[in-house]
C-alpha cells in the first residue's frame, strides 16, 4: 500500500494538541505547506551525505546504547541547542535498532532517517524559522475577552518528515515507521493503519 504524503501528513496534524482549533477547510494547507517547507530544504543542501552534512554544520553526534524514554513516549533521537549557536543530537541505538526491525529497514537506514529528522529541526531553527511560526496562527479560547493565539507545532514534524524523503529518497514520508513500530508492538491495533487511511479518505476524499 502506497500513502500519501498529505495522508501521512495529516496523521502527524492530527497528534497536534490545537488540532481542533484549526478550521476545518484550513488543515490540507498546514499539512502542504509544511511539505514544502521540508522539501525546499532539502533541495537547499549542498551535499547527500548526511555525515558531511552535519560536519559543515558543526553538529555533535551523541550516540547512547539504550533505549530512550520520555514520560511514556519512546525517544529515538533529539536535537538539542547549546551555547553559542552549538548543536547536538542524540540518538538512542537500542531504540533506533527496534523501529529498524519492526519496519525492515537495515540500522543504518532507520539511524540516517533519524539525523536526517534531527538535522532539519537544527536548519529550522538555526538557518530559518521554525516552521509552526512560518504557518498561520490558530486562534485560541478567549480568557477574560482577551484573544490568544496558538501555532500548530506538529507542523515541524511534519516538514522534517518532508525533508528526510526527499534527502534520503524514501518512498514515503518516514512516520509511517513510526506507526508500524507501534502496530508491532500493539501499542496500536494492528488494523490501525488501514482504518486511519479508510478514515482519512472518508473525509477528505483523497488517497
Ligand atoms: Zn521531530
Redesign the pocket.
Known amino acids: 500500500m502506497a500513502y500519501s504524503d498529505e495522508f501521512l501528513g495529516y496523521l502527524e496534524l492530527k497528534q497536534d494538541l490545537l488540532f481542533n482549533k484549526i478550521p476545518p477547510e484550513a488543515r490540507k494547507s498546514y499539512i502542504t505547506q509544511a511539505l514544502e517547507i521540508g522539501q525546499e530544504a532539502a533541495s537547499q543542501v549542498s551535499t547527500a551525505s548526511i555525515t558531511r552534512l552535519y560536519e559543515q554544520a558543526s553538529i555533535k553526534i551523541v550516540k547512547v546504547e539504550k533505549s530512550g524514554q520520555l514520560f511514556k513516549t519512546k525517544l529515538r533521537a533529539q536535537y538539542e541547542e547549546g551555547p553559542n549557536h552549538t548543536a547536538k543530537v542524540t540518538y538512542y541505538k537500542e531504540s533506533i535498532e527496534n523501529l529498524a526491525r519492526s519496519g525492515g529497514l537495515s540500522y543504518d537506514q532507520a539511524l540516517k532517517i533519524h539525523l536526517a529528522?534531527?538535522f532539519f529541526?537544527y536548519w529550522e531553527m538555526e538557518k530559518a524559522t521554525p516552521v509552526n511560526e512560518q504557518l498561520a496562527k490558530v486562534k485560541l479560547t478567549k480568557v477574560f475577552g482577551w484573544q490568544r493565539y496558538g501555532t500548530i507545532l506538529r507542523t515541524?514534524?511534519i516538514a522534517?518528515n518532508a525533508f528526510t524523503k526527499a534527502f534520503l529518497k524514501l518512498p514515503f514520508l518516514p512516520n509511517l515507521y513510526d506507526y508500524q513500530y507501534l502496530m508491532t508492538t500493539k501499542e496500536l491495533p494492528a488494523d490501525w493503519l488501514t482504518q486511519a487511511h479508510a478514515a482519512y479518505q472518508d473525509e477528505v476524499g483523497e488517497n
Open positions: 529528522h534531527e529541526h515541524s514534524e522534517a
